[in-house]
């Protein structure tokens, strides 16, 4: 037996406050039968005088006087009563009476017995229930403790048998498979994330080596080897975006990581991103237009915000051939010009709105996972697969939410509802928190 084991603890414990309890009882019922026995024969004492008194002087002659004292007696536990009775008459009556304490103690010693063996008998059969009693309830937890022990890492879809009673056993069970769906989440999440991000990385990792072992099979003219030079470097850059990705990734879902409060103005980070899309779509038949109030506060990080939209914005000028990229913001309160809101007043709502070449509605669900491409022509068109799911983690951040509407063939409007700030400075961000460097 553990020594330390809960069901030891219990019946050791339960035990020993019983057995305080009985002879606390014990000792407490001890003294008061002895009051009450001396009571008692105090008072047959008293009735016996009175008896006597009555055989001396008949009860038709009037008292004067009754005066009972009791008289010290010089042997053992003698109790003896003197009764003075003075008459009418002028005579006096004296009697006295005694008795001895055996019955008492008798009786004091009979219970003493009766305790003395009891109370050790009683704690015995209640450490033997209680031994009992314990293995009942705690044959659940031994379960659980064995369950435990043999879930693994390669076993986390098992789950442990909830009881029934008692109810705290129960509430233990269910949550510990709670934990364990977690975990077995997380563990899935994990093996998919790193056998995406391994696919990933291996692909510019082949290119470059591909491309070193191409320029050292022979002896190369300089302007080849900067050709080559340039595929490496291009590589490069391809597997280090990725990696900033997985980082941000990565960074963003710690659990410490506190939630941007510094007030931003949003629109001026919607503008910043209007001139980028345009950049972007130089050369192409593509207008990028930003339909918004003067000004719009929310909480958060303009450096985050920005990448929120100018990635939504980046993938709408990629798969927009010609046609229009639009950013509408609605249901803002305007703090400038004073505007009643158009939709909702506690959030702003962005559209990010292109006449692309849209999604696939299967595909839809799942263009906010991770490495995941819709179709052939975005696996062609570059990019690490995280734009978008970079794009939730900031809005899970900011506590938005976002949601992916598309018709093939006319294009996708990405929505993302954020909570606005209740403030009415306008704080425009500099370059820096936007990411940018003058």
Do not use: C
Request: cysteine-free.
């Amino acid at each position: 037996m553990n020594r330390t084991s809960l069901r030891r603890e219990l019946v050791v414990g339960y035990s020993v406050i019983l057995l305080a309890s009985l002879t606390l009882f014990a000792g407490i019922t001890y003294a008061i039968l002895r009051q009450s026995l001396a009571r008692t024969g105090t008072q047959s004492l008293r009735q016996t005088a009175a008896a006597a008194e009555q055989l001396v002087a008949p009860p038709d002659i009037p008292r004067v006087e009754v005066i009972e004292d009791r008289i010290p007696s010089a042997v053992g536990d003698v109790e003896t009563l003197r009764r003075r009775t003075r008459l009418v008459t002028g005579q006096t009556v004296d009697i006295v009476v005694a008795r001895t304490g055996d019955v008492e103690k008798k009786a004091l010693r009979a219970f003493s017995v009766i305790a003395f063996f009891l109370i050790p008998l009683t704690g015995i059969a209640a450490a033997l229930a209680g031994w009992s009693v314990a293995n009942r309830l705690l044959k659940p937890l031994n379960r659980l403790v064995a369950a435990s022990r043999e879930i693994g890492i390669a076993a986390l879809d098992r789950r442990v048998d909830e009881p029934e009673h008692p109810a705290e056993l129960r509430e233990l069970a269910q949550a510990y498979n709670g934990m364990l769906g977690r975990l077995q989440r997380a563990v899935e999440a994990l093996r998919r994330f790193t056998a995406d991000a391994s696919h990933e990385l291996r692909t510019p990792l082949t290119a470059i080596r591909g491309t070193a072992e191409v320029a050292l099979a022979r002896p190369r003219s300089p302007e080849e080897l900067r050709d080559t030079m340039g595929e490496i470097l291009e590589e490069t850059r391809s597997m280090l975006a990725l990696v900033e990705d997985l980082l941000t990734l990565a960074r963003g879902e710690e659990a410490s990581v506190p939630r941007p409060t510094a007030p931003v103005d949003l629109v001026a980070v919607l503008r910043d991103v209007q001139d980028i899309g345009e950049a972007l779509a130089e050369g192409k038949p593509v207008a990028v237009r930003l339909d918004a109030p003067e000004s719009v506060i929310v909480h958060g990080a303009a450096g985050s915000l920005r990448r929120l939209f100018l990635n939504l914005v980046s993938n709408a000028v990629k798969f927009t051939e010609a046609g229009v990229v639009e950013i509408r913001v609605r249901g803002a309160n305007s703090a400038a010009d004073g505007e009643e809101p158009a939709g909702d007043p506690g959030f702003v709502e962005v559209q990010v709105r292109d006449t692309g070449s849209g999604i696939a509605p299967e595909e839809l669900p799942r263009v906010f996972d991770r490495f995941y491409r819709a179709d052939a022509a975005r696996e062609r068109s570059g990019g690490t697969g995280l734009g978008l799911a970079i794009v939730r983690m900031i809005v899970d951040q900011h506590e938005g939410t976002i949601h992916a509407q598309s018709t093939q063939g006319e294009g996708s409007v990405f929505t993302v509802r954020l909570p606005v700030a209740r403030v009415t400075a306008l704080v425009r961000p500099e370059p820096e928190a936007l990411g940018r460097v003058a």
